[in-house]
C-alpha cells in the first residue's frame, strides 16, 4: 500500500486508523511524505499500526506522481494499493477488491479495481450518503470524471461494471499491469504531470495494452475531496494550471490521429475555449500552455513509445469516449 501526503495532518491520522482496520493487512505500508510543512511526516512515523510501515520524506514537494512512484517501486507484492491521506477505506475494502480480481470476468485481464468512494466529511472522514467517485468516464472533448461525482447513493451505481479507470484517491493495481505499461525507469505515473490527471494518463496507458478496470461497489471508502468539479474550479490557481497543461499532455502521451478523427470536433471545440479561457478570463492559467510546449520534445518521445507498444484496437479504445462517457456492466460472479 502506498499513501502521498503533503500537508494532510488533519486527516492523515483517520487515514491510518482506518489502514490499521483493514482485512487483509496490508504486507506493507509506504508513506511518501512530499516536503510536508505541517507534522505529516510525524504523524505516519508514529502509525503503530499492522503493516510494516516505511515513511519516506522528501526535501521537495516532487509532486504526486514521482512520490507514487517512489513508493510502488520500493513494495514488490502483486497488487498495490493506492490510497490519498483524505481517504478512509472501509475494513473489508482490500478483501472485497482482490475477490472482484478473482472470481470477476476476463480476470487474467484486469488491470486495475475501483471501488465505489463516498464523500467523506471532517477530520474523521465520516462517509456521507453522496458518491464521490464510481470510475472514470471519458469524453470524446478528450475530458475525464468522476463517474456519479455529486450525485446521491441511491443505487445507480450498486453494479459493478467495466470502466475506464479509477482515480487515484483509493485504486488497487495489479503490478503485473503496471510493470508493463510502465516508461523505462519504473516511471508508473508520468512525472511531467506533476499533479492531476496523471491517473488518467495511466489508465489511458493500461487499456492500450489490454489491462482492464473494473468497478467493484462492493468496496467502498470515504474521500474528503479538497476540490469538488460541481463547485467549479475559482479559486484554485494551482489546479487550474496544472489541468489545463496535463489536459492537453494527456493526448499528446496517449491519442493517435484515428482517435482525433473519431473525437472531431469535440476535442477541438474544447481546445478553443480552454485556450480562449486562458487569454481572458483565467490567464493565470496561462503557464500552462507554456509548459505544453516546453514539455513537446518529451510528450513526443512518451507518445512513440505508447502507441508503439499498445495491442488494442483503435476502435476498442475509441469506444470509451463518447459524449458522456461509458460504463459496461457485468454480472457479478
Not at 493487512?25 to 511524505?33: F, I, N, S, T, Y
Not at 489490454?210 to 474521500?223: G, V
Request: with cysteine; charged share 25%; hydrophobic share 40%.
Amino acid at each position: 500500500m502506498v499513501i502521498v501526503t503533503c500537508n494532510h495532518a488533519e486527516t492523515l491520522g483517520a487515514c491510518l486508523d482506518a489502514v490499521e482496520r483493514l482485512e487483509p493487512a496490508p504486507v506493507k505500508l509506504v508513506v511518501v511524505d512530499n516536503a510536508s510543512a505541517d507534522n505529516s511526516a510525524d504523524i505516519a512515523a508514529s502509525f503503530a499500526g499492522k503493516p510494516t510501515t516505511e515513511v519516506l520524506r522528501e526535501k521537495e514537494n516532487t509532486g504526486f506522481a514521482a512520490a507514487a512512484n517512489r513508493g510502488i517501486s520500493t513494495t514488490s507484492e502483486p497488487w498495490v494499493l493506492l490510497l490519498n491521506p483524505d481517504c478512509a477505506p472501509s475494513p473489508d475494502l482490500p478483501r472485497c477488491l482482490l475477490a472482484a480480481a478473482a472470481g470477476g470476468p476476463e480476470t487474467e485481464r484486469i488491470g486495475s479495481l475501483s471501488p465505489k468512494l463516498l464523500r467523506g466529511e471532517g477530520p474523521n472522514l465520516e462517509p456521507q450518503p453522496v458518491i464521490d467517485a464510481a470510475g472514470m468516464l471519458v469524453t470524446c472533448s478528450g475530458r475525464h470524471f468522476d463517474r456519479g461525482s455529486g450525485a446521491p447513493d441511491e443505487g445507480s451505481c450498486d453494479r459493478p461494471a467495466w470502466v475506464f479507470g479509477g482515480t487515484a484517491a483509493a485504486i488497487l493495481y495489479r503490478r503485473a499491469a503496471l510493470d508493463d505499461v510502465a516508461y523505462p525507469g519504473q516511471e508508473y505515473f508520468a512525472e511531467p504531470f506533476f499533479a492531476y490527471r496523471e491517473d488518467a494518463e495511466l489508465a489511458w496507458r493500461l487499456q492500450l495494452r489490454d489491462w482492464r478496470c473494473l468497478y467493484a461497489p462492493s468496496a467502498t471508502a470515504a474521500h474528503r475531496r479538497g476540490f469538488r468539479p460541481e463547485e467549479g474550479r475559482a479559486g484554485h490557481r494551482e489546479i487550474n494550471r496544472f489541468s489545463v497543461r496535463n489536459r492537453f499532455l494527456l493526448r499528446r502521451h496517449c491519442a493517435d490521429l484515428a482517435w482525433h478523427v473519431h473525437c472531431f470536433p469535440g476535442w477541438l471545440l474544447r481546445d478553443m475555449l480552454v485556450i480562449g479561457a486562458c487569454l481572458t478570463v483565467e490567464r493565470s492559467s496561462l503557464p500552462g500552455l507554456i509548459d505544453v510546449w516546453r514539455l513537446r520534445r518529451d510528450s513526443k518521445r512518451r507518445r512513440s513509445w505508447v502507441l508503439g507498444r499498445r495491442t488494442v484496437p483503435t476502435r476498442r479504445i475509441n469506444a470509451w469516449f463518447r459524449r458522456r462517457g461509458r460504463v459496461e456492466e457485468v454480472e457479478e460472479a
